[in-house]
T-cell receptor
């Protein structure tokens, strides 16, 4: 499967626990983006990363949320001390490396987080 | 003003008709524009992208861009029930991220 991979597909956490979402970009892609989608709403940008660098985290909540994209392994979106309002679908997308201004993002299947 | 605005719909068209989906954006410096289709419970799927003013056709889909009016649209010809989905307009304002509209829900009735 050469597409963007995310796991787990479904995640249930109790309030106060930590949620860890993983994303492996498409082969050859080194740019990763995380989005959150609430039911019946559009996608909200959270963070843009390249290998070992956070390029833009302007959409990330200031507390409890963090993201990384290490040199080896998948990108991780971590939510600490989850609350019910964190329940949403979290999508990862990747785009190809390159100097071009124009690019397309390809989405993974998403992780549906439910906080009970 | 939202960065990317779309009519939430639902937009209902009969099978075989042309569906017209519209989107406006606020950042005049935006240079690339995308249309994604999202079926319920699924991830967004890229349909088309457009960078230059005018029309771009791909099969039954035509994207139209008017940068002066900050307007982008998607036309779906010969609409099929399988086209029923939410269509997301996305704009790339600064090469770092993508801003999405809330989406327009399209229903194609047999």
């Amino acid at each position: 499967n050469a597409g963007v991979m995310q796991n787990p597909r479904h995640l249930v956490r109790r309030r106060g626990q930590e949620a860890r979402l993983r994303c492996s970009p498409m082969k050859g892609h080194s740019h990763v983006y995380w989005y959150r989608q609430l039911p019946e709403e559009g996608l909200k940008f959270m963070v843009y990363l390249q290998k070992e660098n956070i390029i833009d985290e302007s959409g990330m909540p200031k507390e409890r949320f963090s993201a990384e994209f290490p040199k080896e392994g998948p990108s991780i979106l971590r939510i600490q001390q989850v609350v019910r309002g964190d329940s949403a679908a979290y999508f990862c997308a990747s785009s190809p490396q390159g100097p071009d201004l124009f690019y397309e993002q390809y989405f993974g299947p998403g992780t549906r987080l439910t906080v009970t | 003003q939202k960065e990317v605005e779309q009519n939430s719909g639902p937009l209902s068209v009969p099978e075989g008709a042309i569906a017209s989906l519209n989107c406006t954006y606020s950042d005049r410096g935006s240079q690339s524009f995308f249309w994604y289709r999202q079926y319920s419970g699924k991830s967004p799927e890229l349909i088309m992208f457009i960078y230059s003013n005018g029309d771009k056709e791909d099969g039954r889909f035509t994207a139209q861009l008017n940068k002066a009016s900050q307007y982008v649209s998607l036309l779906i010809r010969d609409s099929q029930p399988s086209d029923s989905a939410t269509y997301l307009c996305a704009v790339n304002p600064n090469n770092n991220d993508m801003r999405f509209g809330a989406g327009t829900r399209l229903t194609v009735k047999p």
